[in-house]
């Protein structure tokens, strides 16, 4: 079975400029999250996707970043534009649905610095 | 709210047990996951405990009391390939998103 694909695994931008991250969670996961790992601390989660529907966005800093899952498969996450404090490592779960929660299965991230 | 405490760093050497420990502090949650992350990794399940009482896969067991907002994560067997961090994290149960949690994370260092 296929893992939870991300691309770029690096990026490096200047403040001011915009970044996206692309991911292709598990085949079959209905539940999909985007995460951001600071250097030193637990994965925080941004936003849940269940299908193509937001369950949960309560961490997203919405007037920089925004997130889709157009056809309920694949995501994207933006950063428009990016500040030095995003420096971090992004990275996209997924699991089978929310009735099936226990176990998450992590991609290898994006680690981004912004200079 | 949630918020999970872990120790930073611990070091044992191969061959011993270990036991990371986790406190919360949270308004409500199903159960207790364990992560393991290796530097530049991604984050890999290894045990929940959604009830209380001790869950053993292999050389890992993971406890939870809910009555002590405690849980720990046993490692016996030491092998240099444990030397990863280690996150707690609980499973959020307000809005019935079931979102993780995640507390600091425990450095390992297994030494020979």
């Known amino acids: 079975e296929a893992g939870v694909a991300q691309s770029p695994r690096y990026k490096i931008i200047e403040k001011r400029q915009s970044v996206a991250f692309w991911c292709n969670p598990i085949s079959g996961h209905a539940t999909l999250y985007w995460y951001q790992q600071i250097l030193g601390q637990g994965p925080k989660l941004l936003i849940q996707?269940?299908?193509?529907?937001?369950?949960?966005d309560s961490q997203l800093p919405k007037d920089r970043f925004s997130a889709e899952r157009l056809k309920g498969v694949d995501s994207t996450l933006k950063i428009q534009p990016a500040n030095l404090e995003e420096s971090a490592v992004y990275l996209c779960a997924s699991s089978l649905g929310l009735v099936s929660l226990i176990e998450q299965y992590f991609g290898p991230g994006t680690r981004l610095t912004v200079t | 709210g949630q918020s999970l405490e872990q120790p930073s760093e611990v070091t044992a050497v191969e061959g011993a047990i270990v036991q990371i420990n986790c406190t919360y502090q949270t308004s409500g949650f199903y159960g207790l996951s364990w992560y393991q992350q290796h530097d530049g990794g991604a984050p890999t399940f290894l045990s929940y405990n959604g009830l209380d009482g001790l869950e053993e896969t292999g050389r890992f067991s993971s406890f939870l009391s809910r009555s002590d907002s405690y849980g720990y994560l046993l490692l016996q067997e030491l092998q240099m390939k444990d030397s990863a961090s280690y996150f707690c994290?609980?499973?959020?149960?307000?809005?019935?998103?079931?979102?993780?949690?995640f507390g600091q994370g425990t450095t390992l260092q297994v030494k020979p």
């Open positions: 996707f269940q299908n193509n529907g937001v369950v949960d």
């Open positions: 994290a609980v499973r959020d149960r307000s809005g019935n998103t079931g979102k993780l949690i």
